[in-house]
Each structure stands twice: as structure tokens, then as C-alpha cells.
């Protein structure tokens, strides 16, 4: 029987003991900041893996952004079944901090709160 040489990287993958990879197990945490028209603005902490800080629905709000794999941006292609008016109430909304160790930064501007909470699948809740 012949032994064959393991490559390194080979000998890392098998082993699942690579050091120095990206932690796929690591935490995210946000700022989430919303700001209406009229200057009232609101700010709360998101943590995901686990769930917790200052938003009032964490748990919802990380499952949201697990489905989209944190991006912020890809929340709008799958809103929550919700009736909106057609209030023009802009609120902008703003996301600072990081996903599962990559670095993120995200802003858009909602027509009005119950749409930004629809969109957001409840990540923003002015």
C-alpha cells in the first residue's frame, strides 16, 4: 500500500483545524438608527448568535437578516405580508456595525415607519 503526501491545505480541510479563517460562528452586532422627517430620531443595539440587545424584537430581526445573510440590502426583495398606507412619512434608516466578522454599513430612506418595518422584515422599527 502506497502513501500518498497531503498537501497542507489538503491535510487543514480534512482536518477541520484550519487557524486563521474567517470564525463562521462569530457574533453580529448593529446600531440601528432611524430618523424621521421631522427630526425624531431613535437609535437601539442588534445582537445576533445569540439574539439580544436594545431592539424590542431581536429574535425576529436576526432571523430576518440570517435569510438575507446579513445583507441589509436584499431585506427589500422579501417583505413581510403587511397593509401600508400610502402616508409620505420618510424615515431614513441607518445600520452600522458587522456581520459574522465582515464590516457593514447600510442607509436607505423608507416612504413612511410601516413601510420601513414591512421592508426591513422588522430590522427597523421607528
Excluded: K
Excluded at 465582515?102 to 436607505?108: M, Y
Amino acid at each position: 500500500m502506497a502513501l500518498f503526501p497531503i498537501e497542507p491545505l489538503a491535510a487543514c480541510a480534512l482536518t477541520l483545524a484550519c487557524i486563521g479563517g474567517p470564525d463562521t460562528h462569530a457574533g453580529s452586532e448593529f446600531t440601528l438608527t432611524t430618523e424621521t422627517a421631522d427630526g425624531e430620531r431613535s437609535s437601539v443595539t442588534l445582537e445576533c448568535q445569540p439574539s439580544g440587545g436594545t431592539h424590542p424584537e431581536p429574535a425576529l430581526a436576526c432571523r430576518s437578516l440570517a435569510l438575507v445573510w446579513g445583507d441589509f440590502e436584499s431585506l427589500d426583495d422579501h417583505p413581510t405580508r403587511q397593509v401600508c398606507t400610502l402616508e409620505l412619512a420618510p424615515v431614513q434608516a441607518e445600520a452600522h456595525g458587522h456581520w459574522r466578522g465582515e464590516p457593514v454599513a447600510f442607509s436607505t430612506t423608507y416612504s413612511n415607519p410601516c413601510v420601513a418595518h414591512a421592508m426591513s422584515r422588522g430590522v427597523f422599527q421607528p
